[in-house]
C-alpha cells in the first residue's frame, strides 16, 4: 500500500507540490490527469527519488516502509518502477545486459540471488515476445537510435520483466500512435493483478480507454482536487479542466 | 657526439679488464644499486650474453647520459633518482633456468595463483601459451613446444640473443632506435629480459600468445623488451598483461617494444595493464614509461593496439603504427582510466608513409578522483602517402569535479588525397542516466560501472575474449569509491 | 642536447639603438624607459624558434638574418589612394581610420564623432596609452618588440550603455619602399558596461614588398557589452603578417572575432581570451586560403575561468599549390568552471599535391560538468559533388569554385551584416578565381 500524505516537494526552492494527499492499496489502478505544470511528473520524480527533488514535508510510506528515506535503488528494490516521459539514453550498453543487471540487483536487494543466464534470457525473450518487440532490439544499447514508440515499448518490456509491485507511469502515452498505445495499455493490463497497484499519469482520456482505471484524480497547482472513478475522466473530456471549475494556471 | 665517442672507447678499453671479474665479485641475485657501466657489464653476464650485445647496451648507455628527460607531457612527478634503481633482480630459483613448469618454483606459482593467472590453468582451459616475466628472468614458458612445430619462436629475449643471434641483430632497435628518447635509451642499455617471438611466411599462430609481467623485488626497475615479427602471410595475436604488488616506493618500469609487420602479415597487440597505481592518497605507484612501437613494412600488412589501462601511478605510452607498406593498416583501441591521484598521459602516432594506408584511433579517457588523464596523438601524412584515410575519436569522461581530462591531438597532413577526420568530445555521466538506472535498481558504484563499461565499449570489443572479462571487473575495480 | 628554443638577431637591437629618439613620443621619459626595458627583454629572450611548442607550425628562423627598419611617415600617393579604395567598405557609412607605413594618415582618415565614444591615436596622444604600455602583462617576446618600436595605434573607449551606430572602420596600408618596414603598431578597446561596437579592420599593402606587419590589440568587455571585430587580411604576398590579440569577456557579455586570412607569405593570428565573468559568449570563426609559399597559423587560446559561459570556434581553411596552414585552438577549463559549453571545429580542403594542413585542436579540461568538443578534418573535394555538378553541365574550374565557396561560407553565412557578408564572399571569390601558380 502506497501512502502519500501532506506532500510538498520544491524544485530549484520553487514550491510545486503544496500537499498531496493519495492512497493506493494494492491491485488498484489510479489515474492522474491534469492541467501542464499541476505538478504531475514531479509526483513520480518523488516518488521514485530523483534528485533536485526537495521534499519539505510530508510522508510517503510503501509498505509501511519510509520511502524518502531510500536511495532510488533501494526504491526499486522494494519494487517500485518508473516508466519515463522521456527514456533515457545509454550508448554501448545493451538493453539485455542492463535488464540482467538491473533485476539481479533488485534480487540481491531482497536477498535472493542472481537469476541463472538461460532462465533470464527465456524470461526476457518471452515478455518481449508477449510486447511484440523485435529480439534484435535487445541488443541493442539502451534507447539509442530508438523511436519515440520503440522507447515507450522498450519501458513496457522492462516493467513486464522487473514485475514491480507499484508502477508509476509518467505521460507513458504522450506522443504514441495508436498502435504503440496499444503496446503499451497492452503492457500495463499484463502487470494488472491483485498484488500489482499502478498510477497512471496522464494528459488524455484516451489511454484510459484502454486501461479502465479504479480511481480517477485530478491535480492542479500541486494538489489533487478531485478525486472520482472513471467516469470523472469522461467528464473532463468533455467540459475540459475549465467546465469542471478547474483553470489551467490555478495559481 | 664527441662524448658519445669518448665513452665508446671508454667502454672498449675497460671492456677486457671487467669481463670476467667482476661477475664472480658479485654473488648476489641482485646487481648493485645504480646505473654505471658496471652494473650494465653485470646484467651482460648474467645473461651470458654475446659480446655485440654488451657493446650495443654501452653504446645505448652513453647516449642516455647525454640525454634529457622528456617534460612534454602532462604529468607531475618528483624527479627519479636513477641510481637509487636496481636494475637486475633474479628470483633465486631462476639460476639454472626452469625447464618445464614442474621446474618453477612452487611459491612463485602460488603468487601467480593470486594473480587469478594459473600457469596450469591457463595451459588446460585456455590454450593460451604464457611467457611469465618474473622481475627481470623469464621462469616459465609454456607450450614451446607445439609452437615450434608451427616454426614459431617464443622466446624470451635473452634466449634469442643466444639462439637467433642474427635475427636479434636484424630487428632490435630497428623499430624503435636506441636514442629514439630518453626511456628507449635506458631500456636498450639496461634491458633484463622480455619476449621475442617470430612467427614464419603463412603460418597463422595457432594460440594467442601470452606474457604476464609482474614487478615483485622493491625499488627494482622493469626494462623488458619485447620483439614480435611476423614474416609473410603470417598472423599472430599477442596479450601482455601487467601487474605489480603494493609498495610505498615509486617503481619504475621502461620497457621497449617493437613489432615488425612484412607483406600481408598482421599483429595484434592487446595490454591490459594494472600495475598498482599508488594509494589514495598518491603514496606509491608503478612509473610506467613504456615505448611502443610497430613498422608495418610490408604491403596489406597490419598492426593493431589494444589497450586496457587502469594502473600505474604514471603512464607515458604511446604505442603508435609506421604505416611503411601500400595498403597497411594501424589501429589504436585505448582505454585509459584514472582514479586518485593517477596521471595519465597516453596516445598513439600513425605515421602514414606507404599508398592506401588507413588508420583508425578509438581512445576512451576516463578520470575520476583528483586524477588527470590526457590524449596525445599525432596523425601525419606524408607526401607520398597517396589516398591516407585516417578516423580519430576521441571521447572523455569526467567522474568528480577535481580530476582533469585533456585532449591533445596533432594532425599534420602533407598530402591532398588524404582523408583525415578528428572528433572529441568531454563530458561527464549524466544525472538522468544515473538515475534511470538506480530506478530499475542498480546501485551507484554498479551503475557507474555500467554506464563506464558503455562508453568503452567500442575498445573493449576488440579485446581478446579472455581479457575482455578481466578488462571489465578491472574497469568496476579501478573507480571504485570515484562515486558517492 | 639542450635544445635552442629561441634565436637571436643582434641587428633588431643595433636598429633600435641608432632610431630611438626619433621613435614616436621620444621626449617622454616613461615612454623612453617602457621601450627600453622591454627592448632588453627582447634582446634577452628572443625571437621564438620552431622548437618552442606554439611556433611549431611557424618557422621565424628567418627573422633572425633579415632586416627591418621601423616604417616611417609615407607622402600622399597615388598607391595609397588605390589601397584606400580597395579596402575601404564604401557601403558601410560610417568613421574610417588609416594607417600608412605604421602611422596615421589624417588625410584619409575621420575618427569616429558620437556622443559616449573616445578615440584618440597613440601619436597625438601617447599617455592614453601609458597604462597599457607599462604593464607588462602579456610580455611575449615579439610582443615586447612591439612595445620598444610601437610608432601609433588606437584607442577607443566607449561608454556604458553606448550602442555604437556605424561600424568603425580601420585600414593598416603599406606602401612600396625600397627599404623593409617593420610595422609595429597597437590597439586598445574597451567595452563599458552594457557597450556595443563593431570594428572592421583591413591589412594591405605592397604585393611584391617585403614588410613585416605586427599588431597588438588589447580589448576589455564589461558586463554585457557587445564586440565585434571582423579582420580582412589581404597583405602582400611577401609580407610577414603578425597578430596578438589579447580580449577578456565579463558577465553576459559579448565577443566575436572574424577573420578572412588571404595574404602574406606568413601570416599568424593569435587570440587569446579569457572569460572573466559569468554567462558570457565568445565566438571565433574565419577562413584562411593559402597557396605558392603561403603559410597561415591561426592560434587561439579560450581560458574558461568562470561558470557557464559559452565558446564557439569555427575555422576553414583552403590550400592550394604550395600553401601551408596551421590551427592550434586551445580551450582551457578551469577547476570551478562548470557549466562550461565549448565547441570548435576545423576542417581543411587541400587542392593540391604540394599543399600542406596541420591543426592541433587541445582541449584542457578541468571541469566535471562540462560539454566540449572539438572536430578536425582535412581532405581533399568531394568526387561525387564534384561529378555530380559537372554533370549538371559546370566546367571543372566552375565546378571546384563552388565547392570551395560552399566550404568557406559556413564561417561567415549567418553574419547578420549583409554588406559585410557580401565583402566576404567577394574577397574570398576574388582570392579563388587568381590563377596563380607557383
Redesign the interface.
Known amino acids: 500500500m502506497l501512502e502519500i500524505k501532506n506532500l510538498h516537494v520544491s524544485v530549484g526552492g520553487k514550491e510545486i507540490l503544496k500537499g498531496v494527499n493519495l492512497t493506493m492499496k494494492s491491485g488498484e489502478v489510479h489515474a492522474i490527469m491534469g492541467p501542464n505544470g499541476a505538478g504531475k511528473s514531479t509526483l513520480s520524480y518523488a516518488i521514485c527519488g530523483k534528485d533536485g527533488y526537495e521534499i519539505t514535508e510530508g510522508t510517503v510510506t510503501y509498505n509501511g516502509k519510509d520511502l524518502l528515506d531510500m536511495e532510488p535503488d533501494q526504491r526499486a528494490g522494494e519494487g517500485l518502477f518508473l516508466g519515463f516521459q522521456y527514456p533515457v539514453e545509454i550508448p554501448g550498453v545493451s538493453n539485455m545486459n542492463f535488464l540482467r543487471s538491473a533485476l539481479n540487483s533488485q534480487r540481491r536487494y531482497r536477498g535472493g540471488k542472481d537469476m541463472p543466464a538461460v532462465e533470464f534470457l527465456k524470461l526476457v525473450r518471452a515478455k518481449a515476445k508477449e510486447l511484440d518487440m523485435d529480439a534484435e532490439m535487445l541488443k541493442r544499447p539502451v534507447n539509442v537510435g530508438f523511436s519515440g514508440g520503440e522507447k515507450k515499448r522498450n519501458e513496457m518490456v522492462q516493467m513486464a520483466v522487473l514485475n514491480p509491485s507499484l508502477a508509476v507511469l509518467d505521460e507513458t502515452d504522450s506522443g504514441l500512435d495508436i498502435d504503440a498505445l496499444k503496446v503499451v495499455s497492452d503492457g500495463i493490463n499484463r502487470l494488472r493483478s491483485p498484488e500489482n497497484s499502478i498510477l497512471m499519469i496522464t494528459h488524455y482520456q484516451r489511454l484510459l480507454d484502454y486501461v479502465v482505471p479504479d480511481f480517477v484524480h485530478i491535480m492542479a497547482d500541486g494538489k489533487i482536487v478531485r478525486t472520482g472513478d472513471k467516469t470523472l475522466a469522461i467528464d473532463l473530456e468533455e467540459k475540459g479542466y475549465v467546465g469542471l471549475g478547474i483553470t489551467e494556471n490555478a495559481a | 657526439m664527441v662524448a658519445t665517442k669518448e665513452a665508446q672507447q671508454t667502454v672498449e678499453e675497460v671492456s677486457g679488464e671487467y669481463k670476467y671479474g667482476f661477475v664472480t665479485e658479485i654473488e648476489t641475485e641482485k646487481a648493485p644499486k645504480g646505473l654505471n657501466e658496471d652494473v650494465i657489464r653485470f646484467i651482460s653476464a648474467k645473461k651470458k650474453e654475446p659480446e655485440w650485445l654488451l657493446a650495443w647496451r654501452l653504446k645505448a648507455y652513453a647516449k642516455w647520459l647525454?640525454?634529457?628527460e622528456p617534460t612534454?607531457a602532462?604529468v607531475d612527478y618528483p624527479k627519479i633518482d636513477f641510481q637509487d634503481i636496481y636494475y637486475y633482480a633474479a628470483p633465486k630459483s631462476a639460476e639454472d633456468g626452469p625447464k618445464s613448469l614442474e621446474d618453477v618454483d612452487p611459491e612463485l606459482l602460488r603468487t601467480y595463483e593470486k594473480l587469478g593467472i594459473s600457469l596450469k590453468e591457463q595451459e588446460v582451459l585456455s590454450g593460451v601459451a604464457v611467457d611469465i616475466v618474473f622481475d627481470s628472468v623469464s621462469v616459465a614458458t609454456t607450450f614451446r613446444k607445439k609452437l615450434k612445430e608451427a616454426g614459431i619462436i617464443f622466446c624470451s629475449i635473452s634466449e634469442a640473443a643466444h639462439d637467433y643471434p642474427e635475427m636479434m641483430k636484424k630487428y632490435l632497435g630497428s623499430v624503435v632506435p636506441v636514442a629514439d628518447n630518453y626511456y628507449s635509451a635506458l631500456n636498450s642499455a639496461v634491458f633484463t629480459d622480455g619476449t621475442f617471438v617470430y612467427i614464419p611466411k603463412g603460418v597463422r599462430c595457432p594460440m594467442e600468445l601470452s606474457t604476464y609481467f609482474r614487478i615483485n623485488e622493491a625499488n627494482t626497475g622493469q626494462f623488458e623488451r619485447t620483439i614480435i615479427i611476423a614474416d609473410e602471410g603470417s598472423y599472430v595475436s599477442y596479450l601482455e598483461g601487467c601487474t605489480a604488488p603494493q609498495r610505498d616506493e615509486n617503481q619504475l618500469h621502461a620497457a621497449v617494444v617493437e613489432l615488425v609487420t612484412h607483406d600481408d602479415a598482421e599483429i595484434k597487440y592487446s595490454t591490459v595493464q594494472n600495475w598498482y597505481p599508488g594509494d589514495k592518497d598518491g603514496k606509491g605507484g608503478i612509473y610506467n614509461f613504456v615505448t611502443k612501437r610497430g613498422a608495418c613494412r610490408g604491403k596489406n600488412s597490419k598492426i593493431s593496439w589494444t589497450q586496457v589501462e587502469t594502473g600505474s601511478a604514471i603512464t607515458w605510452k604511446y604505442p603508435s603504427c609506421l604505416l611503411i607498406g601500400d595498403n597497411s593498416v594501424g589501429e589504436f583501441y585505448s582505454v585509459a582510466i584514472t582514479n586518485n591521484y593517477q596521471q595519465a598521459d597516453t596516445g598513439t602516432k600513425m605515421i602514414h608513409i606507404g599508398k592506401n594506408t588507413s588508420s583508425t584511433i578509438i581512445s576512451k579517457g576516463i578520470s575520476a578522483g583528483k586524477s588527470q588523464a590526457t590524449y596525445r596523438g599525432l596523425v601525419k601524412?606524408l607526401?607520398g602517402a597517396e589516398n591516407a584515410r585516417n578516423f580519430t575519436q576521441c571521447d572523455?569522461l569526467?567522474?568528480?569535479?577535481?580530476?582533469?581530462?585533456?585532449?591533445?591531438?596533432?594532425?599534420?597532413?602533407?598530402?591532398?588525397?588524404?582523408?583525415?577526420?578528428?572528433?572529441?568530445?568531454?563530458?561527464?555521466i549524466?544525472?538522468?542516466?544515473l538515475?534511470?538506472?538506480?530506478?530499475?535498481?542498480?546501485?551507484?558504484e554498479?551503475?557507474v560501472a555500467?554506464?563506464v563499461?558503455?562508453?568503452?565499449?567500442?575498445v573493449m570489443q576488440n579485446l581478446p575474449m579472455e581479457f575482455a572479462v578481466e578488462a571489465q571487473k578491472l574497469l568496476g575495480i579501478s573507480l571504485e569509491g570515484s562515486v558517492g | 642536447m639542450v635544445k635552442i628554443l629561441h634565436l637571436h638577431n643582434p641587428e633588431i637591437g643595433k636598429h633600435f639603438e641608432g632610431i630611438r629618439s626619433s621613435l614616436t613620443g621620444a621626449d617622454q621619459a616613461w615612454l623612453g624607459a617602457v621601450r627600453e626595458e622591454a627592448m632588453t627583454r627582447f634582446t634577452n629572450t628572443g625571437i621564438p624558434g620552431p622548437k618552442v611548442e606554439e611556433w611549431k607550425y611557424t618557422n621565424l628562423g628567418f627573422l633572425a638574418n633579415e632586416n627591418f627598419a621601423v616604417g616611417t611617415k609615407a607622402d600622399q600617393t597615388s598607391e595609397i589612394k588605390a589601397f584606400y579604395d580597395a579596402a575601404y567598405l564604401a557601403d558601410i557609412a560610417g568613421p574610417v581610420v588609416v594607417f600608412v607605413n605604421g602611422h596615421i594618415y589624417p588625410a584619409l582618415s575621420s575618427y569616429p564623432d558620437e556622443e559616449g565614444v573616445e578615440f584618440s591615436v597613440f601619436s597625438e596622444n601617447t599617455s592614453a596609452f601609458r597604462d597599457t604600455l607599462e604593464s607588462s602583462d602579456q610580455a611575449s617576446s615579439l610582443n615586447d618588440l612591439n612595445r620598444a618600436m610601437v610608432t601609433d595605434g588606437y584607442r577607443l573607449d566607449i561608454a556604458a550603455g553606448v550602442q555604437v551606430r556605424q561600424p568603425i572602420q580601420i585600414i593598416h596600408i603599406v606602401t612600396s619602399a625600397t627599404d623593409m618596414k617593420l610595422i609595429p603598431v597597437r590597439s586598445q578597446v574597451t567595452a563599458s558596461k552594457g557597450a556595443k561596437a563593431r570594428i572592421i579592420e583591413t591589412f594591405i599593402g605592397a604585393e611584391n614588398e617585403r614588410y613585416w606587419g605586427h599588431m597588438i590589440s588589447e580589448t576589455t568587455l564589461h558586463d554585457a557589452a557587445d564586440i565585434s571585430l571582423i579582420q580582412f587580411q589581404l597583405q602582400g604576398k611577401q609580407a610577414i603578417h603578425m597578430t596578438e590579440l589579447h580580449t577578456t569577456v565579463a558577465e553576459k557579455a559579448n565577443f566575436s572575432h572574424m577573420s578572412l586570412q588571404l595574404g602574406a607569405e606568413i601570416s599568424r593570428t593569435e587570440l587569446i581570451n579569457s572569460f572573466t565573468g559569468e554567462y558570457a559568449h565568445i565566438d571565433l570563426r574565419g577562413a584562411y586560403l593559402g597557396r605558392v609559399k603561403q603559410s597561415h597559423d591561426i592560434y587561439t587560446r579560450i581560458n574558461h575561468d568562470q561558470p557557464n559561459c559559452q565558446s564557439n570556434q569555427l575555422y576553414r581553411g583552403v590550400l592550394d599549390e604550395g600553401g601551408k596552414s596551421a590551427f592550434q585552438g586551445k580551450v582551457v577549463v578551469a577547476r570551478d568552471a562548470q557549466k562550461t559549453n565549448a565547441d570548435q571545429s576545423n576542417k581543411n580542403l587541400l587542392l593540391s599535391r604540394k599543399a600542406e594542413a596541420n591543426a592541433k585542436p587541445e582541449l584542457l579540461i578541468y571541469a566535471d560538468d562540462v560539454k566540449c568538443s572539438h572536430g578536425a578534418t582535412v581532405g581533399e573535394m568531394d568526387a561525387n559533388q564534384l561529378f555530380y555538378l559537372r554533370s549538371r553541365g559546370l566546367d571543372e574550374v566552375a565546378a571546384k569554385g563552388l565547392l570551395v565557396e560552399a566550404f568557406v561560407a559556413e564561417v561567415f553565412d549567418d553574419m547578420d551584416d549583409e554588406i559585410l557578408r557580401d565583402a566576404f564572399k567577394a574577397k574570398a571569390a576574388g582570392w579563388l578565381s587568381r590563377e596563380e601558380r607557383a
Open positions: 647525454t640525454m634529457e612534454w602532462m601524412v607526401p572523455s569526467l567522474i568528480g569535479d577535481l580530476c582533469g581530462a585533456h585532449t591533445v591531438p596533432y594532425i599534420e597532413i602533407k598530402n591532398p588525397t588524404a582523408q583525415v577526420e578528428h572528433e572529441a568530445t568531454t563530458s561527464k549524466s544525472d538522468e542516466q538515475f534511470y538506472c538506480l530506478q530499475r535498481g542498480l546501485e551507484v554498479d551503475a555500467l554506464i563499461n558503455g562508453f568503452c565499449k567500442d
